[in-house]
């Protein structure tokens, strides 16, 4: 069984750029999070999907931050535009309903 | 709210030893699951081990086992013949009743050849 991918794995932009990450979850996995980790902390999530629904978005910065997921498979996560402090781990996880999440690789986000 | 506090920042072992890592949560609620995930530098998370807290019989994955004490809300994480690749960072992690997971601040563990 195929994992969760995610792309691209490395990143490096200018802040006031704009960036966006890809995430493609196990098949079936109706829920899908995206999740932020900055150097030294745990993962944060910022969203959870239920299919092409959003469950919880309460701690993504919505003036900057958007993600969707149309279709109820892959998901897209953009930052428009960057700062500094958006560096991190970019982690996407899914899983079947309310039980084990399973993680991408990750995309390392770098602001300059 | 829940919270989730790992008092261990870093952990060092000796190949082949035991290891124990520490986690302490908050929470209401009567049944739910706690969860060990490993963080190599690669950045993956990797699940470890998971408890339902419905069972008493702490959860074993060959060299990976759990203390669980429900009634003082602990879940630690025995790590037995610790290896060379047992080396990553740790993380417990507890989710709400919207399978939204809420994560420790992680013990960085070395096993030491």
């Known amino acids: 069984e195929a994992g969760v991918a995610q792309s691209p794995r490395y990143k490096i932009i200018e802040k006031r750029q704009s960036v966006a990450f890809w995430c493609n979850p196990i098949?079936?996995?109706?829920?899908l999070y995206w999740y932020q980790q900055i150097l030294g902390q745990g993962p944060k999530l910022l969203i959870q999907?239920?299919?092409?629904?959003?469950?919880?978005d309460s701690q993504l910065p919505k003036d900057r931050f958007s993600a969707e997921r149309l279709k109820g498979v892959d998901s897209t996560l953009k930052i428009q535009p960057a700062k500094l402090e958006d560096s991190a781990v970019y982690l996407c996880?899914?899983?079947?309903?309310?039980?084990?999440?399973?993680f991408g690789p990750g995309t390392r986000l770098l602001v300059l | 709210a829940q919270t989730v506090t790992q008092s261990q920042p870093e952990m060092s072992v000796q190949e082949a030893e035991t290891v124990t890592l520490s986690c302490t949560y908050d929470?209401?609620?009567?049944?739910?699951?706690l969860f060990w995930y490993k963080q190599p530098p690669s950045r993956q998370m990797i699940l470890v081990i998971r408890?339902?807290?419905?069972?008493?019989q702490n959860a074993t994955e060959n060299r990976f086992s759990v203390n669980f004490q429900k009634a003082a809300k602990s879940f630690s994480l025995k790590i037995s013949d610790s290896q060379l690749g047992d080396t990553a960072m740790y993380f417990c992690?507890?989710?709400?009743?919207?399978?939204?997971?809420?994560f420790g601040t992680g013990t960085s563990l070395t096993v030491i050849p």
């Open positions: 996880a899914s899983s079947l309903a309310l039980q084990t999440q399973y």
């Open positions: 098949s079936g996995h109706a829920t």
């Open positions: 999907f239920q299919n092409n629904g959003v469950v919880d």
């Open positions: 929470t209401s609620e009567n049944n739910y699951y």
């Open positions: 408890q339902e807290a419905y069972k008493q």
């Open positions: 992690a507890f989710p709400n009743t919207g399978n939204q997971f809420y």
